[in-house]
């Protein structure tokens, strides 16, 4: 008999990202349930190419592949800024408007500047969310995804200069801090603190309640 739908995340872990900002707080997030998390960098992983149609089909092709390289369960992100007056843009090629040089400052400029040539300068139309997909895949080909979203205001200037991409420019709703101006705790927004803040924190509360276990 399982009480448990979801198959338990034991042992060694492949963190699937190339993003060293993200790979971060993946390691922040896991740490205290006794996985061994190794990154994608350090096992000399290649970085498959994110065809997908979504944040969940990006999720599962950065999962899989590193599964199938190593032979151990991976742990993929697959995440973007969805801009409400901009039809939902960057969403899914929000790391590919940084351009190859990965420049977020021009990246977020570039919003910023569409949202002005199309007036919006009050706060209620520069509503935006961040999206995180979550998948883990095992080399049996299992897969386990969780999803969350976090929504805010897109401010200018950008403040503060912690965590990574477009986190200066994003006001969570209920905080006065941007995303870089929070420290990585606050980011997370875990208890005691909180129930989760940042998507990709929200993502893993559902993922750790599925299928990890304190030590
Ligand atoms: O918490 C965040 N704070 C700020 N910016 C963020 C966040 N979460 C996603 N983002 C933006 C930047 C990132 O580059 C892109 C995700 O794109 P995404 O393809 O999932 O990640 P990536 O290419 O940077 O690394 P990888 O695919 O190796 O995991 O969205
Ligand atoms: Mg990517």
Redesign the pocket.
Known sequence: MSARPHRLLTGRLVV????A???R?MRELVAPYGVEAVS?GELGLG?PE?TGTT?RD??HI?AAAAAAATGLPAF??????AVEALGGA?G?H???W?GPD?D?AR?MADIHEKLVALGASAPAQRRAH???ALCVVWPDGHREDFEARVDGVLVWPPRGNL?????PM?LPDGHALT?GEMSSDE?HGLPPRGKGL???ARAFVKLAEACLERP
């Open positions: 699937a990202t190339h993003n900002g993200k790979l707080e994608a970085e994110e944040f990006n999720a950065k993929a992100d697959d995440s973007g800024l960057p899914i929000s790391a590919r940084a990965k977020f990246a961040f999206v995180s965590g990574f991409g477009y986190d994003f995303f980011k940042s998507h990709r």
